[in-house]
């Protein structure tokens, strides 16, 4: 079974990201909603932190090797900062790692050296689509083969830094498979919203529509080539990202919440003394580290190749998009009014905690 105690080497990435996540991205949070932006030298910071070279072997211009228990633990303190920032920090690795994944030997060496070795660069991947019966593993983008090539067909939804975006993986229906395919920038029939998405929460995040009308890619750049990829290990790993993002954005409403409990007083009495706020911190903090243990166990079966991770991978990320509402929803609530003003974060807190059923797809670990 998988440890309960960081290794050395994870605890120095912890305390790295986490010192980033609270000193650089919390502060800058409020003002990066606002602006509807994250300055690029916040994001460039995140990426010199060196998560995803970490995780890419030496051979393909990293230091480390491939943890999906490593990488929860640090998506867990990014989100802990700021959602919108941590997805903006990993935006690289949708496309980096499904081609670590899942790609052939070729795709790996010309894609991963450049994106790992340089600086941050607006790598993207596009799987979400505008259906209220939305499934990963049955899209309605299609992927044809003619001859040498394939031919996509479809509209996806969410996609981050669409617009900049140097390539993108697309994930489209082949044969009733999902698979994806490296989609290079200005690609004939490829065309991105001028508009940014308009939500809820993540405004700093840009996300963009992307349409695919008789988009052609050559045979090669189906992710894995000719024989293709195993979906499941990569949504595998966009859930168990998801559901470690949902425990660091919950673990910040419930600490800035329970600290703001025990500072405020009513008449003469601690707000943390009274029985309901007291109950209501208590039933958070039980919520978050069931999820938690969930989504380390689903992680540590990944790394092991237990035949039952993706199991415990869904399981994780639906139980995560519960706990993400309910947490951040009852961080509002022990605040009472002062919940709903924006001086306090716990607004923005519910804010993105509420998109996480749509969230699948932009984090990958």
């Known amino acids: ?75 867990e303190e990014m989100a802990f900062g700021d959602l919108a920032g941590a997805l903006a920090v990993m935006t690289p690795s949708l496309f980096a790692t499904p081609i670590l994944l899942g790609g052939s030997e070729e795709q790996k060496q010309q894609y991963l050296p450049d994106i790992v070795g340089g600086d941050w660069a607006p790598y993207t991947a596009a799987l979400i689509e505008y259906a209220i019966d939305f499934d990963p593993t049955a899209l309605k983008t299609t992927a044809k083969a003619d001859g040498d090539s394939y031919i996509l067909n479809g509209e996806k939804a969410f996609v981050p830094f669409a617009k900049d975006a140097e390539a993108m993986i697309v994930y489209a229906d082949l044969n009733g498979v999902t698979q994806g395919f490296i989609v290079p920038k200005n690609a004939g029939g490829l065309s991105v919203s001028d508009e940014r998405e308009k939500l809820m929460g993540l405004n700093a995040l840009p996300m963009y529509r992307v349409k695919l009308d008789n988009v052609t890619v050559p045979a090669i750049n189906r992710l894995g080539g000719a ?32 600290d703001y409990a025990k500072e405020r007083e009513v008449f003469g009495v601690k707000i943390a003394q009274k029985q309901a706020i007291a109950f209501m911190l208590a039933e958070m903090a039980t919520e978050i580290e069931a999820i938690r243990l969930l989504t380390w166990e689903a992680a540590w079966k990944l790394d092991a190749n237990k035949e039952d991770a993706c199991a415990e991978a869904y399981l994780a990320f639906t139980g995560a998009c519960d706990m993400a509402m309910m947490v951040t929803d009852r961080g509002v609530q022990v605040l009472g009014g002062h919940g709903y003003i924006r001086e306090h974060p716990v607004e923005l807190f519910m804010r993105n905690g509420r998109g996480f059923p749509m969230l699948l797809g932009l984090a990958i670990v």
């Open 1 to 75: 079974m998988y440890s309960f105690e960081p290794n050395e080497e994870q605890q120095m990435l912890i305390d790295a990201v986490g010192k980033y996540a609270e000193n650089d991205l919390r502060a800058a949070a409020h003002d990066a909603e606002e602006n509807r932006e994250i300055p690029k030298k916040l994001i460039s910071k995140g990426w010199e932190l060196g998560l995803l070279q970490a995780s890419t072997p030496e051979s393909y211009g990293g230091f480390g090797e491939r943890s999906a228990v490593t990488g929860a633990l640090a998506v």
């Open 227 to 258: 024989s293709g990829h195993d979906f499941d290990l990569i949504l595998s790993s966009m859930r168990i990202a998801s559901a470690a993002a949902a425990v660091g954005l919950a673990k910040a409403s419930l600490e800035y919440s329970k």
